[in-house]
């Protein structure tokens, strides 16, 4: 057992050694044209933003104060309809405003900067991929994001700065339709993913170059969709340790992945693809400039996929799909909007949820 370990570990350091590089290598040689970024939680860490899953400082080890019955109870729709107050404590600390986006996004702007980004996917709520200025049309928030709000039953849209006002007060902001509780347009365990997230049927075949950063790949259907690039697509993950496919060795031929801090790791990346200087002078200019408003409106978004962890073993799926939102209000609003539900399942009426 013993000496299985030290192989293992053995094998996943050699796959990480060199990693960076031969990437570097193919990005040099002008074979990533078409660069899709999948990230998490892991690339705010360095923004001072806890992550979700990290033993001790993530947030699920920090939720006693909540008082809630199970962690992901703070992200699960049921829950908040009998209780928002837990929800609403946590908004107040993670609202936009309060963080900076740092080298990472800086890194992933960069990658859009030289003409190679395809799409970023993330599953983040923080606002700071627009926030160091990767543009919307290139941007899919998956989980939804702070900058609009919506009555969590009817979904009708309710102004994103009242709505924040409210929560700052510890006030509840309430539907003007319907009474119910109106909540940002972070989408929980239960509800649908936003229309944009299924861009992604036409990205991953496209993709040349797909790298994953900061995620634990925990909540489907996200998570699945490093899967569907192509096989000869080189996949690189950057995180603190091998998750999703990369927990195999040996790895698929394609594969590669760095472990240890990321903002490390993105900066050894970035030197060697020539790129240090320029994200330095970018991050200088944009930090002292003028910087595009975290809170502008985005559009509703009409979802169509659920969420679900994939911890849970089943009862996710069935929970996502009884919770579809009615069409008309939804409808009427344009943009993307996510949630995450305490299943960690994000479903997609079109799409069967794995598990
Ligand atoms: P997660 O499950 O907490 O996983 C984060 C991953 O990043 C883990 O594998 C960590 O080991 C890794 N990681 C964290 N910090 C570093 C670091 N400095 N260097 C290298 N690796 C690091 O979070 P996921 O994103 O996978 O889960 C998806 C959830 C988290 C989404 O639905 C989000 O809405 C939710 N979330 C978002 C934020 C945010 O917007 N910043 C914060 C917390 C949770």
Redo the contacts with the bound molecule.
């Keep these: 057992m013993q000496a299985g370990q030290s192989s293992r570990s053995r094998s996943a350091k050699a796959s990480s050694r060199g990693g960076l590089a031969s990437v570097a290598r193919l990005v040099k040689l002008g074979r990533c044209k078409n660069v899709l970024v999948v ?9 001072g ?6 033993p001790g400082t ?3 080890a920090n939720l006693e104060k909540y008082n809630i019955p199970y962690p992901e109870a703070i ?1 699960n729709i049921d829950y908040f309809s009998n209780d928002p107050q837990p929800f609403f404590s946590l908004a107040k600390a ?1 609202y936009p405003g309060r ?1 900076r986006p740092n080298y990472i996004h800086y890194f992933i702007r960069m990658i859009h900067h030289k003409g190679l980004l395809l799409r970023m996917y ?7 991929e627009k926030l160091c200025g990767i543009p919307d049309d290139k941007l899919v928030e ?3 994001s702070f900058a609009t709000a919506s009555c969590h039953l009817c979904y009708t849209p309710y102004p994103s700065e009242e709505a924040k006002n409210a929560i700052m007060n510890d006030d509840v902001p309430i539907c003007t339709f319907c009474a119910a509780t109106v909540k940002p347009d ?2 929980f365990f239960g509800e649908d993913l936003p229309q944009k997230y299924f861009l992604h049927t036409n990205d991953f075949p496209k993709a040349d170059l797909l790298i994953i ?7 489907e259907p ?2 699945s969709l490093v899967n569907t690039v192509r096989a000869a697509v080189p996949r690189l993950l ?4 091998a ?1 999703g496919p990369f927990q195999k060795v040996p790895l698929r031929r394609g594969d590669y992945m760095e ?7 993105v900066r050894r990346f970035a030197e060697m693809l020539g790129w240090s200087h320029e994200i330095e002078d970018l991050m200088r200019s944009q930090e002292t400039g003028c910087v595009p408003t975290l809170m502008s409106s985005l559009p509703a978004v009409t979802a169509q996929t659920t ?1 679900w962890n994939t911890e849970d073993s089943e009862p996710q799926c069935s929970m996502e799909t009884s919770k579809s939102r009615p069409a008309a209000p939804r409808a009427a609003s344009s943009g993307s909007e ?3 539900s305490e299943t ?1 399942s ?1 479903s997609s009426a079109s799409s069967t949820p794995s598990n």
């Design positions: 990230a998490g939680a892991g690339i705010s860490t360095a923004s933003i806890p992550d979700f899953r990290t993530g947030l699920y992200f993670l963080h993330t599953q983040n709520i923080d606002g700071l998956a989980h939804g972070v989408v950063m900061g995620t634990s790949l925990q909540i996200f998570a950057l995180n603190r340790h998750v472990l240890g801090n990321m903002e490390d790791t969420c996510e949630t995450d960690d994000k």
